[in-house]
């Protein structure tokens, strides 16, 4: 496990104001959303809980938010609980979707408006510093509806932070906005959260705006996290075929594991003898799935010479291609009838393949991981 996963499954740390969730549960009458969770969230981290929709996660957040009541379980900041304090009363903020921000009111408005509500009378300050860092200063006297979108979500991130809540909950706050501007604000909320150095909770579906912007991911399915850790170790070492499909794409082999062997694990792939990494194999007996990404699989003609080969399955042949820029995407039917995808990035160093082609394919053992056979080799793949 990497330190990231290791401080989010600890117990709190002595005078920290970690975020810490112990034996939560949310049960309803037909279902339970959130199954005892126990989860650390180290004080100013940037923290996601990434999984499809009805997993658990924005249940989670309601949770911490005091929207929502725990069946069970409880919730602390430090050594403070507030499981079941009123919203209001928590030393937390959220951030919606919908951005909630009042159109009759202009933008340095809103943003004081959480601050005239409790008194406070000389807000200017704090205002212009807030719309300082989220870059929208010339833009004070606006309303909403004259803004853009990313706009209006910076505009709800100031409202939040100027009431300098301990922990920020984000609730997919980049949903509504369309994929260039999204990617934008993934930065700038990166940005943002390092600059204040306070603790940032964000749940999202997309897999890409949680390892764009952070520290630590859990990925979460029916109620319970089935992993956490940093982006990178989620990505190259998954655990499960759940967090291997939902997080990125992989080619899952069958195979029959024949034992250790030094630091390597043996597995028979379809009459080929691969190897995977003894840390990077959640199995060591019996049947299981090979993993490789399709980006690390290499592919040449049928009997040419593969760049950097590793190990190698010949007698495949090519049954789609699709151009997207910076790579080329094949779809690869091998002898047993499995489709494998390669992902070849486009160097110029060869000719495209075309449909029909017959190909051998090849990998590094070292990105090669191996999970156990029982799980369902389908678990995680989203139906378009």
């Known amino acids: 496990m990497s330190p990231a996963a290791e401080a989010t499954t600890s117990t709190a740390r002595a005078g920290s104001r970690d975020l810490r969730l112990s034996q939560l549960t949310k049960e309803y009458a037909t279902f339970t959303a959130v199954k005892s969770l126990d989860l650390v969230v180290p004080q100013g981290q940037f923290f996601a809980l990434l999984g499809p929709s009805g997993c658990g996660k924005t249940t989670t ?8 009541t725990p069946t069970s379980g409880t919730i602390h900041l430090g050594e ?9 009363k928590r030393p937390v903020n959220t951030v919606f979707q919908n951005y909630a921000l009042f159109p009759h009111l202009d933008i340095a408005d809103n943003v004081a408006f959480g601050l005239k509500r409790r008194g406070i009378k000389d807000v200017k300050k704090q205002v212009a510093d807030m719309l300082e860092l989220v870059e929208l200063t010339s833009q004070a006297h606006k309303k909403p509806p004259q803004m853009s979108g990313g706009q209006q979500q910076r505009v709800a991130l100031a409202r939040a932070l100027i009431n300098k809540p301990e922990v920020l909950l984000l609730d997919e706050p980049l949903g509504a906005l369309d994929l260039k501007l999204r990617r934008g604000m993934q930065l700038e909320l990166k940005r943002i959260q390092t600059e204040v ?4 909770v964000h749940v999202t579906h997309d897999q890409e705006e949680a390892m764009t912007m952070a520290d630590t991911v859990a990925v979460m399915n029916q109620g319970v996290i089935e992993q956490m850790g940093a982006p990178i170790e989620l990505y190259e070492n998954p655990r499960t075929t759940f967090v291997a499909n939902f997080l990125g794409q992989s080619n899952l082999i069958a195979g029959e594991i024949e034992g250790r062997d030094g630091d390597q694990v043996k597995v028979r792939v379809q009459g080929a003898l691969a190897s995977v990494p003894g840390d990077r194999a959640h199995s060591e007996s019996g049947k299981g799935w090979l993993g490789i990404r399709p980006e690390k699989v290499l592919i040449a003609e049928a009997g040419q010479p593969i760049d950097a080969p590793g190990d190698v399955i ?3 042949y090519v049954t789609d291609v ?4 910076v790579s080329t995407q094949y779809t690869v039917r091998m002898p047993w009838d499995q489709e494998l995808m390669v992902f070849e990035q486009n160097t110029g160093a060869r000719a495209m393949l075309p449909v029909g082609t017959k190909v051998d394919i090849s990998w590094r053992p070292e990105y090669a991981f191996l999970l156990d056979a029982s799980q369902d080799a389908k678990a995680g793949i989203e139906e378009d």
């Open 61 to 68: 957040l309601r949770m911490v938010a005091g929207l929502d």
């Open 80 to 88: 403070t609980e507030v499981t079941y304090e009123k919203p209001y």
């Open 197 to 200: 150095g306070l603790t940032f």
């Open 314 to 316: 010949t007698g495949g």
């Open 322 to 325: 699709s151009f997207v820029g």
